[in-house]
């Protein structure tokens, strides 16, 4: 009887004791072994779950990995295809509209097939010959205004000497000024107007075009900028630096004005530069 009223005590002085919080510390302490053991068994179920629930044959994996990585790949190739299709759409809508500012021209549109591989640019290959009706002599533009001309035809390609090749001389005018030289390649990429009157105004930003005069190109093809002037009381001639309009190490497709008939006068004025 004296034992179970001790208990009964002890009960309700543990009861009391609890609801005053004193035992909270205890309980955490004990908690804790409890709480890392229940979280041990969460993860090892879910571990085992995920383990039952997913695909068991690998080669079905594999085969479906391979297929998207093919999937992928296709469809990058289509960008890159569309891309190359836009960027060529735009080169032949600048190449009409070149053309129709020349309508009387008639015109062979040929793709570069290859350039010069020295470290200097001088000609590139065209994929367009003979059989195409391209000959020695036909000029070449671009939409931004003259390449240069051809100099060797084979039956299905075609070799353009460029108008930077040390080689080339062309007869060209200041636009502005109507002031007439010769323009010579260097191989720098820029060109040089020379034979230049002394008394002849030329100035950084004119334009300089064909003359048309010699024969070998047709008149008023833009080939490109004066960027500056060298004039010297003691020299017969004053010359200019111009940069060519074309880009020539971008071209990718361009124009042959194929009605143009080359004229050699070089019998005839043997003191002239070569047109």
């Given amino acids: 009887m004296l034992l179970a009223s001790a208990l009964i005590l002890l009960a309700l002085g543990l009861l009391v004791i609890e609801r005053a919080g004193y035992?909270?510390?205890?309980?955490?302490?004990?908690?804790?072994?409890?709480?890392?053991?229940?979280?041990?068994?969460?993860?090892?179920?879910?571990?085992?779950?995920?383990?039952?629930?997913?695909?068991?044959?690998?080669?079905?994996?594999?085969?479906e990995n391979a297929r998207l990585q093919a999937q992928v790949s296709q469809l990058e190739a289509e960008v890159v295809t569309l891309r190359?299709?836009?960027?060529?759409?735009?080169?032949?809508?600048a190449l009409l509209g070149f053309a129709r500012e020349q309508p009387?021209?008639?015109?062979?549109?040929?793709?570069?097939?290859?350039?010069?591989?020295?470290?200097?640019?001088?000609?590139?290959?065209?994929?367009?010959g003979s059989d195409a009706g391209v000959r020695r002599g036909m000029p070449v533009v671009s939409e931004n205004g003259l390449v240069g001309r051809i100099s060797e035809v084979s039956a299905s390609a075609a070799k353009v000497q460029l108008i930077i090749d040390p080689q080339s001389a062309i007869n060209a005018r200041v636009q502005?000024?109507?002031?007439?030289?010769?323009?010579?390649?260097?191989?720098?990429?820029?060109?040089?107007?020379?034979?230049?009157?002394?008394?002849?105004?030329?100035?950084?930003?004119?334009?300089?075009?064909?003359?048309?005069?010699?024969?070998?190109?047709?008149?008023?093809?833009?080939?490109?900028?004066?960027?500056?002037?060298?004039?010297r009381d003691y020299e017969l001639y004053q010359t200019a630096t111009v940069l060519p309009r074309v880009d020539f190490g971008r071209l990718e497709i361009v124009l042959i004005i194929a009605d143009f008939e080359p004229i050699d006068i070089g019998s005839l004025s043997p003191g002239q530069p070569a047109p």
Avoid at 200 to 219: N, Q, R
């Fill in 104 to 128: 009387a021209s008639r015109y062979v549109t040929a793709r570069v097939i290859g350039r010069d591989t020295s470290p200097f640019l001088r000609y590139l290959l065209l994929d367009q």
């Fill in 23 to 63: 035992l909270d510390p205890l309980k955490n302490l004990a908690g804790r072994p409890l709480l890392g053991l229940q979280r041990s068994f969460s993860t090892a179920y879910y571990n085992v779950r995920d383990f039952l629930t997913a695909p068991r044959n690998l080669a079905d994996l594999r085969n």
């Fill in 84 to 93: 190359e299709q836009a960027a060529e759409q735009e080169v032949l809508r």
């Fill in 176 to 231: 502005e000024t109507r002031a007439e030289g010769v323009l010579i390649g260097q191989p720098t990429g820029e060109l040089t107007l020379t034979y230049l009157a002394q008394d002849a105004v030329v100035k950084a930003g004119d334009l300089v075009v064909t003359s048309g005069l010699g024969g070998g190109f047709p008149a008023n093809i833009l080939a490109g900028r004066v960027v500056s002037v060298r004039k």
